[in-house]
């Protein structure tokens, strides 16, 4: 049997008519840069994501850069961040001039830790407070711990800049004493990040991104950065950049939106079964380390996205081994993240991140392995994927 990683295929399969028609339709009209169908779209996620305003653009990348510029994050600043994210997140800091401050993860979320965070926010203070912007990521589709990190965001006065590319349509909870209230991932910060990036919940058929805000006037300064810093035409204010979603992915995606929900309750059900399988195998809580639902995954009647899953991330000490094996046995998997952020070579001239150490983060890098969780995968392929994780373990 073959399990691949992720496939798009069925998914497409099923849209393909209505695709092809909003597309033949954007190709007629036109109307190749922004337009109607962006407007939609960004009318879409602000109410999908509960929050006043999106502005669509080019990437999640460029999601994140286009936030920091209109910010005015830039040389001489700091900002505190994960060591275990995909690259963009750090990546983004550097292009703006500024630096990045890394605060070690949680072992059980792999999310960025509060505790370190508020370590690190102290020190900066006493050392004449440079960092002018935190960005906490939503890693493989649950939300950081943002009550906490609010509190501290609030506390410092510095801006919170969700990298939510992986968690469109994440819940995350509020309050104590049976007085919870709901927030959704792009909603929590100044600005949240999403990317279309075609392996994320929702994808494109290409690159695209979006950034929500709850600021108006913030709004605003992003779509004129989002355009070379541009207002009015051909006069540039700020130095942005050419960031603009592109109308073909938009309505490729306004046409999925509608879908996403569902999508992402299969990917819950998928996790669900993995669950049963782990633990029926006795793999689970030994062997294999599972994912940890913060929230949990199915309150009672609870229908909320605490989880949304973009990836199934189980820890094993011996993950290159039983990557190999799972390659040669037709099971697609991947590491994310092998190496942390503090580590890559391109950061080594800026300062002493080769001497920084993570441990949390750095086992994390070591330990993890995403499986197949895409919401088209069969009962069959899931027992297939535990089966040979079970065959691995009893050699
Ligand atoms: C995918 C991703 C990005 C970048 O998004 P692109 O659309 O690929 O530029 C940034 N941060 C995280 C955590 C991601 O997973």
């Given at each position: 049997m073959n399990v691949p990683l992720l496939d798009l295929h069925q998914q497409m399969?099923?849209?393909?008519?209505?695709?092809?028609?909003?597309?033949?339709?954007?190709?007629?009209?036109?109307?190749?840069?922004?337009?109607?169908?962006?407007?939609?779209?960004?009318?879409?996620?602000?109410?999908y994501c509960g929050v006043g305003h999106a502005v669509g653009v080019s990437s999640g990348t460029d999601a994140l850069l286009v936030s920091l510029m209109a910010l005015g994050v830039g040389p001489g600043d700091l900002v505190l961040t994960?060591?275990?994210?995909?690259?963009?997140?750090?990546?983004?800091?550097?292009?703006?001039?500024?630096?990045?401050?890394?605060?070690?993860?949680?072992?059980?979320?792999?999310?960025?830790?509060?505790?370190?965070?508020?370590?690190?926010?102290?020190?900066d203070r006493k050392s004449g407070?440079?960092?002018?912007?935190?960005?906490?990521?939503?890693?493989?589709?649950?939300?950081?711990?943002?009550?906490?990190?609010?509190?501290?965001?609030?506390?410092?006065?510095?801006?919170?800049i969700e990298d939510a590319a992986q968690a469109i349509g994440a819940d995350c909870p509020f309050g104590s004493d049976g007085q919870t209230t709901w927030q959704r991932a792009g909603a929590m910060g100044m600005a949240g990040c999403f990317s279309f990036f075609p392996s994320k919940n929702l994808g494109g058929i290409g690159d695209g991104g979006m950034v929500t805000t709850p600021d108006r006037e913030f709004a605003e300064r992003l779509r004129v950065f989002r355009n070379h810093g541009a207002k009015p035409k051909y006069y540039h204010s700020y130095i942005g950049g050419n960031?603009?979603?592109?109308?073909?992915?938009?309505?490729?995606?306004?046409?999925?939106?509608?879908?996403?929900?569902?999508?992402?309750?299969?990917?819950?059900?998928?996790?669900?079964?993995?669950?049963?399988?782990?633990?029926?195998?006795?793999?689970?809580?030994?062997?294999?380390?599972?994912?940890v639902a913060v929230h949990g995954d199915i309150n009672g009647s609870e229908t909320r996205n605490y989880h949304i899953y973009n990836q199934f991330v189980i820890r094993v000490t011996r993950?290159?081994?039983?990557?190999?094996?799972?390659?040669?046995?037709?099971?697609?998997?991947?590491?994310?993240?092998?190496?942390?952020?503090?580590?890559?070579?391109?950061?080594?001239?800026?300062?002493?991140?080769?001497?920084?150490?993570?441990?949390?983060?750095?086992?994390?890098?070591?330990?993890?392995?995403?499986?197949?969780?895409y919401p088209e995968l069969t009962g069959a392929q899931l027992e297939y994927v535990v089966t040979t994780i079970a065959g691995f373990f009893r050699r």
């Open positions: 399969d099923g849209l393909r008519d209505e695709v092809m028609a909003a597309v033949a339709q954007v190709i007629d009209s036109t109307q190749y840069i922004l337009g109607p169908e962006v407007t939609r779209l960004e009318e879409a996620v602000a109410e994960t060591p275990y994210s995909f690259f963009a997140t750090m990546g983004s800091i550097v292009r703006v001039g500024a630096l990045p401050v890394f605060a070690d993860i949680q072992p059980d979320t792999m999310n960025i830790d509060p505790e370190r965070m508020a370590e690190a926010l102290a020190q407070g440079r960092i002018k912007a935190i960005i906490p990521v939503h890693l493989f589709g649950q939300c950081a711990d943002m009550q906490r990190i609010q509190a501290l965001a609030a506390k410092y006065g510095v801006p919170i960031f603009r979603l592109d109308p073909m992915q938009a309505c490729v995606l306004r046409i999925k939106l509608r879908h996403l929900d569902a999508w992402h309750q299969a990917r819950r059900n998928n996790a669900a079964v993995y669950r049963r399988l782990f633990s029926e195998a006795g793999l689970a809580g030994t062997s294999v380390t599972l994912p993950r290159d081994a039983l990557r190999q094996y799972l390659a040669d046995n037709g099971v697609g998997c991947e590491v994310y993240y092998p190496l942390c952020l503090h580590q890559q070579e391109c950061l080594q001239g800026y300062g002493d991140y080769g001497r920084q150490r993570y441990p949390e983060a750095e086992r994390a890098a070591s330990e993890s392995l995403a499986l197949p969780i």
